[in-house]
């Protein structure tokens, strides 16, 4: 055992672009995971997109009327299970008790900040270090079929993002100049949004890479190790017990994602953060010609579909059943529908792939839309947690944001709405 080496617990988007900062300033770390290998979390196979364009928390007005519509029902894109919603009535109350428009503005800005440093620094990471997770960089683009919605969409990015976000708006004829394989559904669509800032890639690749990066800088990935229990001496960390040791240590950072506020709830520390499960599907297009180039986001119900090399992804839904594991076919055939409505040309050729991938992960959803980044009450406990639905989006300026204020050096963007105690 490193002498004053930092213990992080968790080894997704999180937790190893943590260890990596945290190298990078001289520090030793040592990461364990109760998986049996990193990123098979929510950092597995989610939609993979880096978008400071969509800095908005879950909890506006809309949103919310549309999760409530969906209690009890498995055919909607988001839905409450019945049975679930004592253990998130609290949270749910903070949640809508953040859905203000004020807050919803100020949050939104906070998350933006975080995001537009993080994306500048993902940038900066993948040219120093020459690997590549089929990333794009030609921008996201938003899909409308209402104009009324455009106009919103296009106020909401102008007041909380305002010049720094290039954004282009877009009629259907240079929508389909864009993205040509929407020609069959132009009629359908009034317009779109171009963020020409955002990017997407493969965060599983990523977390792989970056894997690789932290071992090779030093830092130790210990897989297979469950973290049972943090020990604190004096209100102090002190230790963590593992199934398989007890480790000592005298900085511990929790980057266990939804799982997160289980280690906390025994140390009294009560982190507003629950589960939102996800899902995605991925198809093989190898050797399908005109195939989408680029990620696209359909506005109001939250569906991704994001192409990689000789695949295509489309993630979304969003369930509160806890850590419920069951595998709904509506769901999926939901998505499918999606594809369908956005591609159906890609759709009928790929729709009898039996090959194809289904997944499902679980969103740490904090109740304000704000992760937690910094030190908890407890002195030497960090967290950097409850990054929600833009985990992959938010890691790398986290981990950033983080590593600064361990070492005590200055932030590069201010810390407070971030803050680990709020
Ligand atoms: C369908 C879907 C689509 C998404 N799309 C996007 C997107 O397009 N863009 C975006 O920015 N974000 C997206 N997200 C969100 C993003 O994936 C998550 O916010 C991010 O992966 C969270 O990373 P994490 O490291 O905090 O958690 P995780 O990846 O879940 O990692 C937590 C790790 O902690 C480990 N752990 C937990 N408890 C313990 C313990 N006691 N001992 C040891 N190890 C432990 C787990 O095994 C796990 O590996 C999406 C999520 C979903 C579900």
Redesign the pocket.
Known sequence: MEKDQIII?????????TANALLDRGEKVLV????PE??????????????PS?STPWNSPSDIAYILSGIGRKDSPMSVSFGAIPSYFFWGLRFILNSTPSRFEKISKGIFYLAKHSKELTEKFRLKEEFSYDESTNGTLKLFRDRERLQKSIALSDRIYGDSNAINVLNQKELIELEPALSKVRKGLVGGIHYKDDE?GD?YKF?KALEEIVRKKGGRILVN????KILLNKRRVNSVV?DRAVLQAKRIIV??????P??LKELKIKIPVKP?????LTYNTAGIRNTPKIPVIDESIHI?I?PYKNRIRI???AEFVGFNEDVHPKRFNYLNSKLNEVYPSLYSTVKDDEEAEI??????MSADGLPFIGESKIKGLYL????????????MGSADLLADQIVGAETQIDSKPYQANR
């Open positions: 617990i968790g080894g997704g988007l999180l937790g190893l672009a364990l995971d109760k998986n990193v990123a098979s979390a929510a950092s597995f196979a989610n939609a993979g997109m880096l978008t969509q997407a965060s977390c190790t469950n973290i049972k593992t980057c266990a994602g939804s799982w997160s289980t280690l939102v499960k996800g899902y995605s991704a994001t993630a979304g839904t997944w499902f992960g679980f969103r740490p950097n947690t409850g990054h929600g639905h833009l985990g992959w989006t938010l890691a």
